[in-house]
């Protein structure tokens, strides 16, 4: 009977992820009332710093909820009921949008490829030559249950060339990649603190382009007045005017504190090292014989390294090993890819290439206890040799 440790030492994990130790601390703050000018002043330069973040024009909204409420509001909100909409679906997230979007619209067009793969901007161009009444086009960049990454900037170039409305869930990828609001041409860009900018879960951003404001303006059915409304945030970072409800406020220090950090180490940097982790984690994975469930590794995300589970491997029992055996907590596949894949995440402060070496060496520890003997040396050596390669 082997010794099992109790509490997850290594959190690499897709999401949650493990915070970083200064949003940890701001969360310890003292909880201002919400319409202390104190306050309302800290969430107006919040606001301020998240729009350096996501470099777009206007203010992002900030809305109280982790990014589900931000994807469902958008659905809501962006989508009118004689709207035709595209989903893209590439997997369990993109797909899923569509069950949203099914319910706001006239009309849901999909297009639909197997979840290692990534859509096609063609098949995008495609789409409007045969249905030019598209109005609104979704689509998820970082398809986090199959760590595969769609090419958003071709498909919004494609989409703002049509007039049609782009919306964007960039939740596991922005502020881990290069990927922006303006450069996809996102009309809504649904993004989060609680994944590469290593906060807890609790809230959601996102950009706005200024013919969407429109769009959801002139929309009747757009939620008002609602937990789901996008509308009601215009204008609540502004210090001067009120809050639609009591916004979170300790969840508003980790978003600061995270900003800070993303601004200060560099955007550039920051998504450099997840680079680097998520490809040393994908040179090990290949030398110790195993396989990366996305097809290419060009689509490949740098946010999470997605390892297909061997042949007679029960899943549950290939992440219980790495737990209980080596203290190393990692994510499941969902959905369709549930039982398939095991999920390695780089996000935030786990974007460190040395994580990725004992990512590895739990993944080959624990396959070796459950009967599937892979070269664990060969895969820490491979990821050095990649870590090393970059110094
Ligand atoms: C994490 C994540 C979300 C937020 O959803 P949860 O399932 O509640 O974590 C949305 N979209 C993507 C792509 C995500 O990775």
Redesign the pocket.
């Known amino acids: 009977m082997t010794k099992t440790i109790s509490e997850p030492v290594f959190t690499l994990t897709?999401?949650?992820v493990d915070a970083y130790p200064a949003v940890l601390r701001a969360l310890s703050r003292t909880v201002w009332y919400d319409y202390d000018p104190a306050f309302q002043a800290f969430y107006e330069a919040t606001a301020l710093k998240a729009q350096k973040a996501l470099k777009t024009p206007d203010v992002p909204v900030i809305l109280q909820g982790?990014?589900?409420l931000g994807?469902e509001a958008a659905a809501a909100s962006l989508i009118a009921a004689d709207d035709v909409v595209l989903n893209l679906a590439s997997g369990v997230?993109g797909k899923g949008f569509g069950y949203w979007a099914k319910r706001y619209c006239k009309e849901l067009v999909e297009i639909e490829v197997p979840y290692n793969e990534a859509i096609d901007p063609a098949s995008v161009e495609a789409a409007f030559a045969a249905r030019p009444d598209i109005k609104v086009v979704a689509v998820?960049h970082?398809?986090?249950p199959s760590g595969t990454i769609n090419p958003i900037d071709a498909i919004g170039a494609i989409v703002a060339k049509h007039g049609a409305y782009l919306l964007v869930?960039a939740?596991?990828s922005f502020g881990g990649m290069d990927v922006d609001p303006v450069a996809s041409s996102s009309d809504i860009f649904v993004t989060?603190p609680?994944?590469c900018l290593g906060c807890p879960?609790g809230l959601t951003l996102m950009g706005v382009s200024t013919r969407a404001w429109e769009k959801m303006k002139a929309n009747p059915l757009a939620p008002r007045a609602s937990m789901l409304s996008i509308l009601d945030w215009e204008n609540a970072w502004r210090a001067d005017q009120p809050f639609p409800f009591t916004p979170s406020v300790s969840e508003m220090y980790a978003l600061d504190a995270a900003l800070d950090l993303y601004l200060g180490e560099g955007p550039e940097a920051v998504w450099a090292r997840h680079a680097a982790t998520a490809a040393a984690c994908r040179a090990g994975v290949k030398a110790m014989g195993l396989d990366i469930w996305a097809a290419r590794d060009s689509i490949a995300s740098p946010t999470t390294t997605a390892v297909k589970v061997p042949a007679g491997i029960d899943e549950p029992a290939l992440r219980a090993a790495m737990r209980d055996r080596y203290g190393v907590t990692v994510s499941s596949g969902r959905g369709e890819t549930l039982g398939r894949l095991i999920r390695i995440g780089q996000m935030g402060p786990t974007a460190q290439p040395m994580y990725a070496v004992i990512a590895l060496a739990a993944l080959g520890g624990a396959l070796g206890a459950l009967g599937h003997k892979v070269d664990v040396g060969a895969g820490v050596a491979a990821a050095m040799a990649a870590i090393d390669s970059g110094l």
Request: aromatic letters at 6%; charged letters at 20%.
């Open positions: 897709s999401g949650p982790e990014p589900v994807l997230y998820c970082h398809d986090t869930d939740v596991s989060g609680n994944k879960p």
